[in-house]
């Protein structure tokens, strides 16, 4: 099965899912608003959670603590409030990712060496685009679809299932949704020579991970890129994506990962979150940092993120 096909938006008409029916219903609302509109509403989303969302407020105080050292506490306080208002405004482009019409970003997206995806594409052996957690998350794959490159998406089953339902649905519009877990179904789609995006850039927990710097601070890390690469020797392009600083438009942009594979599970562990960190920096408030990315400590029992709120 591809994503959550069999679910059907009937599955879930009882009441316990009218608040996220009503949730979906303004979006769709907003969405349809003018782009700058949907930007502001956004923005004001994002501030009015920054008060209300006190552990998440403290969850990205210390990720850009830690991230950030060479900030002065008031530029990390402000980076802080910047995340809130761009992950909100990021919910806002889920809405016009599912949505809104395509051309309208056509005209409003750069395309950034793109040529070193075409050339990797030639060789046959599909593409995994390494990929991240950016506040743009879904956007970027109607972005990457404007390429005209076939691509599958790999993501984590939501506990929530109407809400498993609503994001397989909404991505089945410029990609193909692939659960994690389904490896045969990754290996069809690299034989294809299609794209898999994957970010590994998220605290799983110690199975399947090393510890190796992330912004110089140890940060469990998946080694699974390294086995997806040995599936079918398929090349690692890094897939970047971000709203332009004036906000009009998008930047979407594709580069290597040089040195992998490097022969060592770690070492290419390092180099994927060195990958990464470059990308990130290049609009450090447009990233998910209300995740707890060093949840995982070397040390069993130590919790960075346990302190009062």
């Given at each position: 099965?591809?994503?959550n ?29 003018p ?23 403290h ?56 040529d ?162 470059e ?20 040390v ?10």
């Open positions: 099965m591809v994503g096909k069999e679910a059907r938006w009937t599955d879930f008409i009882a009441p316990k899912y009218w608040p996220i029916w009503l949730g979906i219903g303004l979006l769709r609302l907003i969405s349809a608003l782009y700058r509109w949907g930007l502001a509403i956004g923005k004001y989303l994002g501030r009015t959670l920054y008060r209300l969302m006190k552990q998440r407020r969850i990205t105080t210390v990720n850009i603590q830690l991230c950030f050292p060479e900030l002065s506490p008031q530029e990390q306080q402000q980076r802080v409030k910047e995340v809130f208002e761009n992950n909100a405004i990021g919910l806002i482009e889920t809405g016009w990712a599912y949505w809104k019409d395509e051309n309208f970003f056509r005209q409003r997206t750069e395309f950034v060496n793109f070193l995806l075409d050339q990797q594409l030639e060789k046959g052996n599909g593409v995994i685009l390494l990929g991240w957690h950016y506040s743009c998350l879904d956007l970027a794959g109607l972005l990457f679809s404007l390429h005209g490159t076939p691509c599958s998406t790999l993501y984590r089953k939501h506990d929530n299932p109407m809400l498993d339902w609503f994001f397989v649905s909404g991505r089945q519009r410029f990609g193909f949704p692939v659960e994690r877990k389904k490896t045969r179904q990754v290996l069809r789609a690299l034989r294809n020579n299609h794209c898999i995006w994957y970010a590994p850039d998220q605290d799983l927990g110690r199975k399947g991970a090393v510890f190796v710097p992330f912004f110089g601070h140890p940060a469990a890390t998946t080694i699974a890129t390294t086995k997806m690469h040995a599936l079918n020797n398929s090349p690692l392009i890094r897939f970047d994506c971000r709203r332009k600083s004036d906000n009009s438009g998008y930047i979407v942009e594709c580069h290597n990962v040089e040195g992998f594979p490097s022969g060592s599970e770690e070492q290419d562990a390092i180099l994927v979150n060195q990958s990464i960190e990308g990130i920096r290049k609009a450090p408030a447009q990233y998910m940092w209300v995740h707890k990315r060093f949840k995982t400590a070397p069993r029992g130590d919790n960075i993120y346990k302190k009062q709120l």
